[in-house]
């Protein structure tokens, strides 16, 4: 297992940015997809965005030229830099990763973090 801990969310303006983290234990994360999911009270919780092991990206469209992920393999990290936030990005933000994954399915994502909050104010 991989174990997963998010971090960075807050409270910010519309129009604003943050940069979360997502700090992985485990010795073979760098053979992992990481995903990044979203899920706002009383709904689905949603993909927004993946990458490779070997380092190709993958959004969903509410994310696509906003949004960039990453990953720095040496320090077990995948981030999500998110730009030009707006209200409906708020949500609590998950990182997981997963193996022979179809990209953006959920349940393909065998770890999961805890989540961080991310509120976006209008």
């Known amino acids: 297992q991989v174990q997963l801990v998010e971090s960075g969310g807050r409270v910010v303006q519309a129009g604003g940015s943050l940069r979360l983290s997502c700090a992985a234990s485990g010795r073979t994360f760098s053979h992992y997809a990481v995903g990044w999911f979203r899920q706002a009270p009383g709904k689905e919780r949603e993909f927004v965005a993946d990458?490779?092991?070997?380092?190709?990206?993958y959004y969903a469209d509410p994310a696509k030229g906003r949004f960039t992920i990453s990953r720095d393999n040496a320090k077990n990290t995948a981030y999500l830099q998110m730009n030009g936030l707006k209200p409906e990005d708020t949500a609590v933000y998950y990182c997981a990763v997963a193996l022979f994954r179809n990209v953006g399915t959920a349940s393909d994502y065998r770890d999961w973090g805890q989540g961080t909050q991310v509120t976006v104010s209008s």
């Open positions: 990458i490779t092991s070997g380092g190709t990206t």
